[in-house]
């Protein structure tokens, strides 16, 4: 298949998600978002690029991947809420735990159970500036997707809040 017809037939099924789907395909249209595939550990499902283009787990997904898969699309939109944050608050503990609920709360809404014990706790964390709350997170992402996912060499707060944390410890 073509990639732009494949990459519409993805947006469009995206698009079918409710407002968060329709939000992130038109924040990844107006951006001209390049979305492939390349293989990465698989403890990754996708990932964004500081170019601001997605990548898919060749590992998981190709052009072959049913167009209707929850997932690819629930990642879809994980990935479009990074590049929505900004580099700074994307590489954080706080930007990740963000996206993950996004993510598994489409997923949850749609499936009506979440795919792992460790995503349902997640996802009574509260979202904020709360370092035992996002030292749980990563935690619980770690449990979810294996050791070898290093949320826990991200700060837990964007860097430029993680700064004024260890200089102020406030």
Same mark, same amino acid.
């Given at each position: 298949?073509? %990639?732009?017809?494949?990459?519409?037939n993805l947006?469009? *099924?995206?698009?079918? /998600?409710?407002?968060?789907?329709? @939000?992130? !395909?038109?924040?990844?249209?107006?951006?001209?978002? $390049?979305?492939?595939?390349?293989?990465?550990?698989?403890?990754?499902?996708a990932?964004?690029?500081?170019?601001?283009? =997605?990548?898919?787990? @060749?590992?998981?997904?190709?052009? +072959?991947?049913?167009i209707?898969?929850?997932?690819?699309?629930?990642? !879809?939109i994980?990935? &479009?809420?990074?590049?929505q944050?900004?580099? !700074?608050?994307?590489?954080?503990?706080?930007?990740?735990? +963000? *996206?993950?609920?996004?993510?598994?709360? =489409?997923? %949850?809404?749609? #499936?009506?159970?979440?795919? %792992?014990? &460790? =995503?349902?706790?997640l996802?009574?964390?509260?979202?904020g500036? +709360? $370092?035992?709350? /996002? #030292? #749980?997170?990563?935690?619980?992402?770690? &449990?979810y &997707?294996? #050791?070898?996912?290093? !949320? +826990?060499?991200?700060?837990?707060?964007?860097?430029?809040?993680e =700064? $004024?944390?260890?200089v102020?410890?406030?």
């Amino acid at each position: 298949m073509e %990639h732009q017809v494949w990459k519409e037939n993805l947006f469009e *099924a995206v698009n079918q /998600l409710g407002e968060e789907g329709r @939000s992130a !395909v038109e924040f990844l249209r107006k951006r001209r978002t $390049r979305i492939g595939f390349q293989r990465v550990r698989p403890s990754i499902g996708a990932f964004w690029t500081v170019f601001g283009n =997605i990548r898919l787990n @060749s590992c998981y997904y190709t052009y +072959d991947t049913p167009i209707d898969d929850l997932r690819i699309k629930t990642l !879809v939109i994980h990935e &479009a809420r990074h590049l929505q944050q900004g580099l !700074v608050t994307a590489l954080s503990v706080y930007g990740e735990l +963000d *996206a993950w609920q996004l993510e598994f709360g =489409i997923y %949850h809404r749609i #499936k009506g159970k979440y795919p %792992h014990p &460790a =995503i349902a706790e997640l996802m009574t964390l509260p979202l904020g500036y +709360d $370092r035992v709350v /996002l #030292k #749980k997170a990563a935690c619980l992402m770690q &449990a979810y &997707a294996g #050791k070898g996912y290093r !949320v +826990d060499l991200l700060p837990l707060f964007p860097l430029t809040r993680e =700064i $004024r944390y260890w200089v102020t410890r406030q």
